[in-house]
T-cell receptor
């Protein structure tokens, strides 16, 4: 009965490289959310996806960031041309339906940009 | 502009005593509130929630109180145990943009001393 899985747990990139973060939701969950946590801050919403659809991307930076949740496979958060300010913990959460507000979080991916 | 505020960054309590963590919000459209607990290098773990139609919800040692007129909620932990030492995040959801995303406070670090 696996929970939300994220990989990699730690990712180091140099400025200008691409970062790909993966999230596999809990079994039976069709809603995925991505959040970012900067040091000493709370989690900030980035994007909400269902299978093959982006429902709300109001928290995503306008450039360099994209997310997808394909019909098969994990959800991917992609950051192109990373900068030092992208260094943060990125958490994925999943829920079974919109009516259920309890979101279950993965362990996070800690991105460090050198 | 922070919509969910946790004004105490840290709290220290003696084992066996009550821990009270506070949270204020500004958006009157929030209709569901959650508390998450987070250990270092892990994702947030759901603790307890409350709907805006209630003023109290209890689960074992954890009780959440909601005062809608004051836009204030609190989490009571009694008796506190050393294993409760963690960062506690208050979160809210509602109609402020998307019904799916959670708005988090910055967290309160609870230390329970033996």
């Amino acid at each position: 009965n696996a929970g939300v899985m994220q990989n990699p747990r730690h990712l180091v990139r140099r400025r200008g490289q691409e970062a790909r973060l993966r999230c596999s939701p809990m079994k039976g969950h069709s809603h995925v959310y991505w959040y970012r946590q900067l040091p000493e801050e709370g989690l900030k919403f980035m994007v909400y996806l269902q299978k093959e659809n982006i429902i709300d991307e109001s928290g995503m930076p306008k450039e360099r960031f994209s997310a997808e949740f394909p019909k098969e496979g994990p959800s991917i958060l992609r950051i192109q041309q990373v900068v030092r300010g992208d260094s943060a913990a990125y958490f994925c959460a999943s829920s079974p339906s919109l009516g259920n507000n309890e979101q279950f979080f993965g362990p996070g991916t800690r991105l460090t940009v050198l | 502009d922070q919509q969910v505020k946790q004004n105490s960054p840290s709290l220290s309590v003696q084992e066996g005593r009550i821990s009270i963590l506070n949270c204020d919000y500004t958006n009157s459209m929030f209709d569901y509130f959650l508390w998450y607990k987070k250990y270092p290098a892990e994702g947030p773990t759901f603790l307890i929630s409350i709907s805006s139609i209630k003023d109290k919800n209890e689960d074992g040692r954890f009780t959440v109180f909601l005062n809608k007129s004051a836009k204030h909620l609190s989490l009571h932990i009694v008796p506190s145990q050393p294993g409760d030492s963690a960062v506690y995040f208050c979160a809210a959801s509602g109609y402020g943009g998307s019904q799916g995303n959670l708005i988090f406070g910055k967290g309160t670090k609870l230390s329970v001393k033996p």
